[in-house]
């Protein structure tokens, strides 16, 4: 079970029995329609007869137990989860409750597959304000919700544009050239096909010892690690080391408009580029790609090296180089394409342009998705009301 309300919280309470008649779901008939099936995890089916036609909620009894929708619309929760029916004489606003619920944090068990008794949802304490708070609290909520939503959405498409483009571009070109065979697959007849390690220096970074202070304390020179991979453009570090670390660890130190690729990490962090807008040091987890051709235009690379990571995710997990890492020797080994350099940084340009875009949208979404996560918890327990919340800034944020 989740922790317990605040002590703080300007309202009565109550528990969900009181509210709820709490019940079990079904077995999804397999027959399709119209109808979203709702597992514990959300809608993974379509049958065409409805369990609930009024709106209701859903939580989860297995597997993603304690996971909480509100459905407005007619809906068949299957047999791992619960749903609620709303009392007759309750005075209550359904979608409020759900808010209330994703507040509490239902919980599940320990057990190997986690399930949630229905005792204890049935006993879990939600707050109780009058209805007009109630449904003032939903509102604002869902609004919060509804625009990270539609942010999220946005994101996805960018990164599909995105990827759309580059496949293009690296293929066609801006220029409507005929194309020709090459060995990285079709190009533009202008183009040359060259080993990156020959445009490039290609090497990696290491960590001073952590338990040496004269490595780091008081340090100046920027060092940073894979976890800034994902910044897309590295303008910062988070992590500085002294000269000292700089002297006697003999870091590289690499110089901007460098590329850094991850070569290890977990989850999606290996495979990932990034183009470095500051002089840094960095770890051993990091190649760094330092262009030494001034022909070669290190966006255009940023996101062809982009474009290669399904390709670099299969070589680090297929033995093609150290398992589970890729290697500087490969990086510098691949073949790339070698435009002329206007005809690179129109590219460049062109995919900068959905790359800002995209990080913009990103950084909204995160945004809103750390409001709601503030809000909701202040909400439910009096911290803030409505009436202080400005609805305009919320729906801008």
């Not at 959300?42 to 049958?47: F, K, L, Q, S």
């Not at 999220?152 to 005929?178: H, N, Q, V, W």
């Not at 490595?215 to 002294?242: N, R």
């Not at 503030?374 to 801008?396: C, F, N, Y």
């Amino acid at each position: 079970m989740g922790g317990e309300m605040s002590a703080a919280q300007p309202w009565n309470s109550t528990t969900v029995k009181e509210l709820f008649e709490v019940r079990y779901g079904k077995a999804n008939p397999g027959r399709s329609g119209d109808v979203p099936v709702i597992g514990s995890s959300g809608i993974y089916a379509w049958t065409d007869v409805a369990l609930v036609h009024e709106p209701t909620i859903v939580v989860g009894r297995k597997g993603s137990a304690g996971r909480v929708w509100y459905i407005e619309k007619p809906c068949f929760p299957s047999d791992t989860t619960f749903y609620l029916e709303r009392r007759a004489e309750a005075d209550v606003d359904p979608e409020f409750v759900a808010y209330a619920l994703r507040a509490h944090d239902v919980g599940a068990s320990d057990d190997v597959i986690p399930s949630l008794q229905r005792h204890e949802l049935e006993n879990c304490e939600i707050p109780f304000p009058d209805p007009i708070e109630q449904r003032a609290i939903a509102r604002i909520l869902r609004s919060i919700e509804t625009a990270t939503k539609v942010e999220g959405a946005i994101c996805d498409k960018l990164a599909a544009l995105k990827s759309a483009t580059m496949a293009k571009l690296f293929r066609e070109g801006l220029r409507g050239e005929p194309l020709k065979q090459t060995e990285i697959g079709e190009i533009p007849e202008s183009w040359e096909v060259v080993r990156l390690g020959d445009i490039a220096k290609v090497g990696n970074g290491s960590t001073p010892k952590r338990t040496n202070e004269a490595y780091w304390e008081g340090g100046h020179i920027p060092w940073i690690t894979s976890t800034k991979i994902h910044e897309v453009i590295i303008s910062q570090a988070d992590e500085f080391v002294t000269d000292t670390a700089f002297r006697e660890c003999h870091l590289p130190m690499v110089p901007r408009k460098s590329l850094v690729v991850a070569i290890t990490g977990q989850g999606k962090t290996l495979g990932n580029v990034a183009l470095l807008e500051l002089d840094t040091c960095i770890n051993q987890h990091l190649a760094y790609v330092q262009f030494q051709a001034s022909s070669a235009v290190p966006e255009f690379y940023l996101f062809y090296l982009q474009s290669l990571y399904p390709y670099f995710r299969q070589v680090s997990s297929s033995g093609g180089s150290t398992k589970g890492a890729l290697t500087c020797g490969l990086i510098a080994n691949l073949k790339v394409p070698f435009p002329s350099r206007e005809a690179q940084q129109e590219i460049a340009d062109a995919l900068m342009l959905l790359t800002r875009r995209h990080k913009a949208a990103t950084k909204r979404f995160e945004a809103l998705t750390n409001l709601f996560g503030a809000v909701l918890p202040q909400l439910m327990t009096g911290a803030i009301r409505v009436k202080d919340l400005d609805l305009a800034e919320v729906s801008h944020a």
